[in-house]
């Protein structure tokens, strides 16, 4: 688990190796302010609300999903007052 705060996690909620109950898992370790998922093209227009429901309250975190071409909101960090996104290694 990474050793600073997390402030926006880029969470892979979609793949052939990973269940959803990891993917909560993992933000719930993590403890991010928010989760943006990444790796959803697969998730069906049914599938989408069930997973943004099931991450969102049980992730402990925001939970929220990218736009083609729009930025992840970030927040500035460190002194020289820049943005970062923090990046967590895990398991995923």
């Given amino acids: 688990m ?30 991010p302010r928010r989760a943006y998922d990444i790796h959803d093209a697969l998730l069906t227009d049914l599938a989408r609300p069930i997973y943004d429901r099931q991450i ?5 975190a925001e939970h ?14 460190g002194p020289a007052g820049g943005t970062a996104v923090s990046v967590a290694p895990g398991r995923l």
């Fill in 64 to 77: 929220l999903r990218l736009t083609p071409g729009t930025p992840p909101r970030c927040e500035p960090h």
């Fill in 2 to 31: 990474p050793e600073h705060p997390v402030e926006t996690l880029m969470l892979p909620v979609m793949a052939p190796w990973s269940k959803i109950s990891e993917v909560i898992d993992y933000v719930r370790e993590v403890r």
């Fill in 56 to 60: 969102g309250q049980l992730g402990g």
